[in-house]
């Protein structure tokens, strides 16, 4: 077996972890996660990186960006973020059973993106399937839209969170399987993923075709730039199995208004 093959599943999360943050330049965390990594070497004791998780400056409120002085690229963040928040379930998940095992399959079945800030609620730890792994079936796309006349528009930022959750989660999944979780961080970390540029030149022509605009634009879309209205507002479209060539409006949108006063 190999060498890298005998280190715990959680320790190896954590130092995937730990790797990450550093990498970022994230040092209050790192400090946290080293401290974690001790405990667990010295006493086999889980109870400091569960404590970790709660609320208002917990390690569920880190966001990876470079308006938080990290060492990361606006393109970098989404393909950071995602990693980071999928490792920090699983760190969290095996802090409870730390001597678990699990193959990717498993965890895309019992890892839900969302457990780690579930956590801090009563209940939370109790999130149905459909939060769980990969079950879902709808990938989303987010951008703003006008409500009186329709123009929809999604930017460059968007269409890389997008690659990120298409990409990532079963390759993580399988890298923390095998062990290879540091790897993949630094792969991310170098937006160097095999297959990248096609499936972005393709979902950049879906979102055309969907009558979607892409843009540069970070900020909120106001007034719309096809009628001058003020009446926008963050608008998400899903990609659905059964609608695999067009992005459609999901159910959670606020309703359009089609030039009603």
């Not at 329709?150 to 989660?169: K, T």
């Not at 843009?215 to 106001?222: L, P, Q």
Request: net charge negative; hydrophobic share 35%.
């Amino acid at each position: 077996m190999p060498k890298k093959m005998l280190i715990n599943q959680y320790e190896h999360n954590l130092v995937a972890m730990a790797h990450l943050l550093d990498a970022v330049d994230e040092r209050h965390w790192y400090s946290g996660i080293d401290k974690d990594l001790k405990q667990w070497r010295t006493s086999r004791d889980t109870s400091h990186h569960l404590s970790a998780y709660g609320g208002m400056g917990s390690f569920n409120d880190v966001w990876i960006c470079a308006a938080n002085k990290h060492e990361v690229s606006i393109q970098q963040e989404p393909w950071v973020n995602t990693p980071f928040n999928w490792i920090k379930s699983i760190c969290h998940q095996l802090a409870q059973k730390p001597d678990d095992s699990l193959s990717a399959l498993e965890l895309s079945q019992s890892v839900g993106y969302y457990d780690a800030d579930l956590s801090a609620f009563v209940g939370g730890d109790e999130a149905p399937d459909y939060m769980r792994g990969l079950s879902g079936t709808d990938i989303k796309l987010q951008g703003w839209r006008c409500l009186q006349c329709g123009y929809s528009e999604a930017s460059s930022r968007s269409l890389e969170s997008l690659l990120a959750d298409i990409v990532l989660p079963s390759e993580i999944f399988r890298a923390c399987e095998v062990r290879e979780l540091d790897r993949l961080v630094d792969q991310v970390q170098a937006l160097k993923l095999r297959g990248i540029d096609a499936l972005r030149a393709d979902l950049s022509q879906l979102i055309k075709s969907s009558g979607i605009v892409l843009s540069n634009r970070d900020g909120w879309m106001r007034p719309c730039p096809t009628c001058s209205s003020e009446d926008t507002a963050v608008y998400r479209w899903v990609l659905r199995k059964r609608d695999s060539r067009r992005f459609i409006p999901s159910d959670d949108n606020l309703p359009m208004k089609l030039g009603k006063a």
